[in-house]
């Protein structure tokens, strides 16, 4: 179900699956978690709600370490160095002044999708709730999908953000995200006699506003980044997956599926100059009627 962050116009064949999942990241010093499920606002028109959350712990706060009391080592006598922000000669740091905070974020997602024509359109929209320190805001947004199923192989594009999306701080402050693109390809192979289903994907970002150093492709002001994967599936049951992110950095997963429960776990090999971790993500599905009947028994 966390498909439908990724483009609110994707439709799976089990609507009726919970999915759970829970992130680590940067050797846990980030935490993430989401909740997915399916719910019927009206006859036949289903929403799929998806809960997030982000957390980290123990942010140090140095802005009050520097004793900075100039060259004289005395506070108050506005000495050469003094109040200047800087390490001089004869300043240190005082590690007892060390502070630590907290941030959570809080999203919550909505896809609604519908038939028109050959292709399926979704709505998607986000709200966001931010917590850092002693500030907070709320942010919202609004994704449109497009998906469809042509010969042999099936597209999907989403147009992310539209018209734009805000964060608003309790100070007034306002941070703002400019539209982007995603487009994404993917092509089945199957060999049926074995058993075996192969599901080469190309996924390409098109940034119009926020091109970076390390953009797979630039001009001017826009970036092109690419996602490319290969997911292998055995009798429909366990899947293989490999592939690298927009940054270069490869990822990799295996998933175990039955009818009404599923297990996945992902994982993202650390930059090797970072020195910050790897990345773990698990995740379970199951049916909420599957586990009314095991926890009755």
Known sequence: MGGFIANPAFQFDNHSIVELTHQSRFAGMVNSDYVGFRKEIRKNVPVHFSILYEGIGKIPDTRSMLLDWG??????????????GIIDEGERLNVDSIKYFS???????????KAWHQWQVGIGTKLLLHFIDDHHAIG?????????????FNFGFVLRNIPSSGILWENGTIEGTLPNIDLGFNVPINMINYGLEFNPI??????PYNRSLDSDIGFGTMSIDTVIGMECKYDNNLAVRIGRNPLGTMVGGIGISWKRISMDYGFLSEDSNSGLGNHHLITLGFSP?????KVSR
């Open 71 to 84: 060259a004289d080592g005395v506070f108050g006598t506005q000495d050469s160095g003094e109040g200047n």
């Open 103 to 113: 941030q959570h974020i809080f999203g919550l997602h909505g896809a609604f999708n």
């Open 140 to 152: 919202i947004g609004l994704d449109l999908g497009f998906f469809r199923h042509f010969n042999g």
């Open 202 to 207: 190309l996924s390409i970002r098109v940034n």
């Open 289 to 293: 009627d599957w586990l009314v009947e």
